[in-house]
């Protein structure tokens, strides 16, 4: 039983049997669950490659699993990685019930997990992108769920990601010309601008971003969150293989410039657009988009001083959008609720959902005392010991995302309504450990974010 | 110029009709044979570069490709609101016109990127515009579909020249029947059976 | 560890009569408690003076591994004050709650003053900008929660989240001065402030207190306006006012301050006449806090930071004991009269240190705005004072006696921080005290015959004409320096920004947003092939 084989294959048959047992909820959700937090569980204390001896049992995981010609390679290195995608997994399953996600979310899920895992372990890391491409193929049947008309985003959401797949597989092919060819400048020149226009579709990075605030506001928010939230982390540590292996995009200070500018484009006009919005679910797109490109300017600070930074990002921004989800699917259940101007007297008719969708708000807009703070607080410094232009720009950025959440706030303050608690015990117990979770990692950053670091392990160069 | 090159030319000529009829046509059937059609000149050209029995995957896919997709009957969904009428048509034409432009001059400049015959980058130039273009005046999932069958499908001419590994075809194959099954199901979808 | 004591007895204190109140309610026991507890705070504040510097440092925080990167937490000689004001004001306002049990006086909301308190000792004590910033949340996030559940009204609500926002307006602007201080390669702490970035803070510090620039969003007042309204009022501004009084002296960035300096003196200007000329101590009390503590500002802008604390004291102590003044009687008089001379700045008295920040020698005419808007707050004060209200007689014998003693606590808590803070209050500084407070009872005097309460409708068409002159420039006075036509022009501003970024947001979503963006693309790639990123 080689690793890839326990982390990949199986999950992916698991959700082929999950499909079909789709219609029991219940047991789908539950056994997903399983799964998923005992293949974390595996992930924390099951070396690779490594003998285990477990009394008279001893038996040893290996890395590498062969599939026509090419290899799944998951090693020691990966653990982290591993533990922490499929616990944000297990975690987001649990809570589909409370979020009342359509059936096909957890089986194509979980297919959509696994596919995702096999882009960190495929070589050449080239064929990633046509995992990428099945992952989003997989997962577009859950945002458009049968029996449901479905918008402009999922739509938009398939081109920019399959336009991407080519420019990637053009990049890999450009930089296996340049090992070949060093000598030749103008190879360097093409693989960038490859390589530039993948991820420039996959990141969603400036203007290839419209389809995040359509998505979050057409498909149901819990699963358009896990979507953003798991593809978007695994292609982020993805594009750090590219820095790994080569050494001279390493040194590329147009790399680091190009990123220092995207970065900044997507904070401002994430926080700009936000400053003026009338939905609540489009204010998770914009939010995402912001977080996007802290990520690129964390990565654009360069290899000693970014990328520790970049990997400790992960977790306050997995914590925030997955309670932001939750909240949100939550308070678009609420009775009577249309639209944004619903929100009034929210705070007062559902507390709960109220102040952690706020929580969750503010914890990405880095207000200090939550999740979003600490890390964030450390990039705007670095990057003003680099130049005072960029945190200028990133505050701004920030103040008009704040402006857009101290809206929404009022707007739920607002009201004369009676107090009451309108949401069952499940959703506040669940909504409190997402609010928990977002106070606790504000005030002790230390406890829980270094241990982000590890997600670096496999990238023995940047190390 | 050899009885190959002609070929060639007349596979891109092949693949500039197919594409135009992608991009104007409002009739389902027309479509998916066009299709069906574009995926011989791709296969062609293909060819070109690779071995006669990979270069038939391409081919079949998109035949299967093009039957999963007939096989919903997609009347309504090729209908585009916003163009449907002479104008639309004038104006997607003048547009496209516009694009076979930039393919020609192009495509003299591109083979320093990859070395490629003419025929090759024409057809494969012409497929990328003409499905972007598809893509960014539609907001029908059939003719998204159709639009990045037709990306794809000018994308695997470029790359099969650079790039020959049977897992890679494999797995582009995977996905061109993945996204026509996914187009499918995005028709069919909106009248399915809620699974709440 | 000493400095956590207070913190968590208050904390855990309110949270225990919560508690109680909702498995037994009841006050007598909450009530005895919360006494016990404020003076065991108060006096334990006292303790620690004799033990500063205090320091409480947290764990490594995260980042880049400098000292200012933990959470840090200091009594010393600057916070001190503060935070023993905080305790004689929790302490005085749970004995005067007494006085006030029939108008909503709860166990709950002693055990919201409580948490205020512990929340303010936790701003207050912050010692670097990363702390302040966490704890200064914590405080308005505890103010913004205790606001919420008491409110009703439907305008009022927003109102409180507008003054959130602009709380987290003055966060961010601490933040900020921390980024400049790293892009001068300083990491930012209280003990080395360089000039430019003391004025950064000074703007954060002016923004969370309402002066600079004048912003009134709590216009209206709570409906629990004593008691617990003093503590909302109180806690926040105690945490700025403590940051003040960290910068360094001498001065700030010599550009800018003068601006800061006539934005801050129209302030107290405009504040301190609405407040003269005001009927309703409480409703009137946002004016109040804005004049002390314009003071305070202006004082750190004229170099001298220590000269904030009087002011500071003087903004939270005889400040608190008017509006805890609801039972008036002749006997019960004296206290705030006591409170009057903690205000009048006299020689010899816990204000006159004060005059070290607004009158300089040589002389500097702008003195004369200060000597003015202190002649105004004293007599404001003292016709606040003298105004009728309800009896005390009428309430029972034990209230009789504790009441009074409460009020006497924050005249003696100001005394004390005074003794201990501000020595130079005890030496003599100038005469100025004693020509704003004849001043200010030649004002009162006047003022008194010209705002007299008008009956009917007939007696106000006969009222001077110098009272009819007084409304109307108020009125225009209150048009211009309350800024609301800034605030205006924001709002206009805002909303055709909103329609660009609409129609933007149409073009790039809308049917043809695909070819837009590769449009977009093309036009980004142009210029980065220009000019490459910052």
Redesign the interface.
């Known amino acids: 039983m080689s690793a890839p084989l326990l982390f990949v294959l199986l999950p992916l048959v698991v959700a082929v049997g999950l499909y079909f047992a789709r219609a029991r909820r219940w047991l789908v959700v539950v056994l997903a669950g399983i799964v998923c937090f005992s293949l974390s569980a595996l992930a924390l204390l099951a070396p690779i490659d490594t003998l285990v001896q477990i009394g008279p049992i001893s038996f040893e995981i290996p890395s590498t699993l062969l599939i026509l010609g090419r290899r799944l390679v998951l090693e020691d290195g990966h653990r982290p990685f591993l533990a922490l995608i499929y616990t944000t997994a297990g975690f987001w399953f649990l809570g589909s019930m409370v979020a009342r996600a359509n059936r096909l979310f957890v089986p194509m899920g979980l297919a959509m997990v696994a596919l995702l895992v096999a882009v960190s372990a495929v070589e050449p890391f080239l064929y990633a992108a046509l995992l990428v491409e099945m992952a989003v193929l997989v997962s577009v049947p859950f945002l458009a769920p049968p029996g449901k008309p479905f918008g402009q985003g999922v739509l938009r959401y398939l081109i920019f990601q399959s336009l991407a797949m080519p420019f990637i597989l053009l990049a890999g092919w450009s930089l296996a010309s340049i090992e070949a060819n060093p000598s030749n400048q103008a190879l360097y020149g093409q693989a960038e601008v490859f390589l530039g226009l993948g991820f420039a579709f996959w990141l969603a990075v400036f203007p290839f971003y419209t389809w995040i605030p359509l998505l979050t506001e057409q498909s149901h928010p819990y699963t358009a969150g896990f979507v953003v939230t798991l593809l978007f982390s695994v292609i982020l540590l993805f594009s750090l293989n590219f820095l790994d292996t080569f050494a001279w995009l390493r040194s590329s200070t147009l790399l680091f410039q190009s990123l220092r500018l995207v970065g900044l484009i997507m904070v401002v006009t994430g926080g700009v657009w936000a400053a003026f919005q009338r939905n609540q679910a489009r204010l998770m797109g914009y939010a995402v988009i912001l977080e996007l490109g802290i990520s690129l300017l964390a990565l654009s600070l360069g290899i000693a001083e970014g990328l520790n930074l970049f990997a400790q990002l992960f977790l306050p921004r997995i914590i925030t959008l997955a309670t932001w989800a939750l909240a949100l699917a939550i308070l678009q259940r609420q009775p009577g609720f249309r639209g944004f101007s619903d929100l009034r007297g929210l705070l007062r008719r559902a507390p709960v959902v109220g102040i952690t969708w706020m929580l969750a708000y503010f914890s990405l807009g880095a207000l200090p005392l939550l999740a979003g703070f600490p890390v964030r607080m450390v990039v705007m410094e670095t990057l003003a010991s680099q130049s005072i232009g960029a945190p200028l720009w990133v505050m701004a950025g920030n103040m008009g995302y704040l402006i857009g959440g101290l809206r929404a706030l009022a707007l739920m303050a607002s009201g004369d309504d009676p107090w009451r608690i309108s949401e069952t015990r499940t959703q506040i117990a669940m909504l409190v450990i997402g609010a928990l979770a977002l106070i606790l990692v504000g005030l002790f950053p230390g406890v829980f974010v270094p241990g982000m670091n590890g997600l670096l392990e496999p990238f023995t160069r940047l190390r | 110029m050899t009885l190959t090159e002609v070929v060639s030319y007349a596979a891109f000529a092949l693949l500039l009709v197919t594409s135009l009829a992608l991009l104007l046509s409002q009739n389902w059937r027309w479509s998916i044979i066009a299709l069906a059609v574009q995926y011989v000149g791709v296969f062609w050209l293909v060819m070109l570069s690779w071995p006669i029995g990979l270069s038939v995957v391409k081919l079949v896919t998109g035949w299967m490709a093009g039957a999963l997709i007939g096989s919903s009957q997609p009347a309504e969904e090729l209908k585009d609101a ?1 163009f449907s009428n002479i104008q639309g048509m004038v104006f997607r034409l003048g547009v496209s016109l516009v694009g076979l432009i930039l393919v020609f001059t192009t495509a003299p400049k591109l083979v ?2 990859i070395p490629a015959g003419q025929p090759v980058l024409l057809g494969a130039l012409v497929l990328l515009v003409n499905g ?2 598809q ?5 029908r ?1 059939l003719r ?1 579909i159709l ?2 069958l037709t ?2 499908s000018g ?1 695997e001419i ?2 099969a020249v ?2 020959q590994s ?3 075809a ?3 194959s ?2 061109t029947l ?2 026509a099954l ?1 187009g499918a ?2 028709m ?3 009248e ?5 | 560890m000493l400095l956590l004591i207070p913190i968590l007895l208050y904390a855990v204190s309110a949270l225990a009569i919560a508690v109680w109140h909702f498995v037994r309610p009841g006050f007598g026991v909450p009530w005895l408690a919360a006494v016990a507890v404020t003076l065991a705070g108060w006096g334990l504040m006292i303790y620690l003076r004799l033990r500063v510097p205090v320091e409480l440092a947290g764990q490594m925080w995260l980042g880049l591994g400098d000292a200012g990167q933990y959470p840090y937490f200091v009594l010393d000689v600057i916070s001190w004050p503060y935070a023993f004001a905080l305790c004689g004001l929790a302490l005085a306002i749970v004995q005067t709650a007494s006085a006030r049990l029939a108008h909503k006086s709860n166990p709950l909301a002693w055990a919201a003053s409580l948490a205020l308190t512990s929340a303010g000792l936790v701003a207050v004590t912050a010692a670097n900008p990363l702390t302040l910033a966490v704890s200064w949340t914590m405080l308005d996030v505890t103010e913004v929660v205790v606001l919420l559940a008491t409110v009703r009204k439907l305008n009022l609500s927003t109102r409180v989240v507008v003054a959130f926002s602009a709380r987290v307006v003055g966060t961010m602007v601490l933040v900020w001065a921390m980024l400049v201080a790293r892009s001068q390669g300083i990491d930012l702490n209280f003990t080395q402030i360089p000039a430019d970035i003391s004025l950064v803070l000074i703007l954060a510090a002016g923004l969370r207190l309402g002066v600079l620039p004048l912003h009134l969003t709590l216009r209206e007042e709570i409906p629990m306006r004593r008691g617990l309204g003093v503590m909302l009022r109180s806690a926040a501004p105690a945490s700025s006012l403590a940051l003040l009084a960290r910068l360094p002296a001498g001065g700030s960035d010599p550009t800018w301050t003068p601006v800061f300096l006539t934005l801050a003196t129209l302030a107290v200007l405009y504040t301190a006449v609405v407040w003269l000329f005001s009927n309703d101590p409480l409703a009137a009390r946002p004016y109040w806090l804005i004049a002390v503590s314009g003071l305070a500002v202006v004082s750190v802008l004229r170099g001298q930071p220590a000269a904030s604390i009087a002011w500071g004291l003087a903004m939270l102590l005889p400040g608190g004991l008017l509006f805890l003044y609801s039972a008036r009687d002749r006997g019960t008089l004296f206290f705030p009269l006591l409170g009057a001379l903690g205000l009048s700045a006299l020689p010899f008295t816990p204000a006159s240190a004060g005059w070290l920040g607004l009158w300089a020698q040589p002389f500097d005419p702008a003195s004369i705005f200060f000597l003015l808007a202190h002649v105004a707050l004293l007599a404001g004060y003292l016709r606040h004072v003298i105004t009728p209200g309800e009896s005390l007689r009428g309430l029972e014998r034990w209230v009789q006696g504790i009441y009074p003693f409460g009020l006497l606590m924050l005249v003696v808590t100001q005394w004390i921080a005074a003794w201990f803070s501000l020595p130079q209050s005890f030496a003599l500084i100038a005469w100025v005290g004693v020509a704003t407070t004849l001043l200010a009872l030649a004002a009162l005097a006047v003022s008194a015959r010209l705002m007299r309460p008008s009956a009917t409708h007939a007696d106000e068409e006969q009222a001077g004409w110098v009272s009819i002159m007084g409304q109307r420039v108020g009125r225009w006075m209150g048009a211009i320096f309350r800024l609301d036509w800034v605030y205006r022009l924001g709002m206009y501003l805002y909303g055709g920004l909103r329609a660009v970024v609409s129609f933007l947001i149409t073009i790039l979503e809308g049917d043809g947003g695909v070819l837009w963006a590769m449009v977009l693309l093309a036009l980004l790639i142009s210029l980065l092939r220009i000019g490459g990123a910052p």
């Open positions: 916003t320093d990127w972007l273009l893509l960014g005046m539609t907001t999932p998204v639009g990045l990306v794809l994308f470029l790359y650079v790039e049977v897992l890679v494999g797995l582009s995977i996905i993945g996204l996914l199901y995005l069919a979808a909106p399915m059976e809620a699974e709440e």
